[in-house]
């Protein structure tokens, strides 16, 4: 199965992978956070599929 997903570094940025998985999520979860690739982020959010994702920082000119 197809996965994104969206990691956090201690900064708060984020970042975005498209990893294939098994479909037991938990497994999915455990085997795409060993895959990830800057060991120095933490896997916070898994999305079902390959998805666009867009920050407010993508989809907003600053300054407000």
Not at 25 to 47: G, Y
């Amino acid at each position: 199965m197809i996965y994104t997903a969206v990691f956090q570094n201690t900064e708060g940025k984020y970042s975005f992978e498209s990893h294939v998985a098994t479909h037991d999520r938990t497994d999915a979860w455990h085997q795409i956070h060993k895959r990830r690739e800057n060991e120095d982020v933490c896997l916070v959010l898994l999305i079902d599929g390959q998805a666009s994702v867009k920050t407010f920082d993508d989809v907003i000119d600053l300054p407000l």
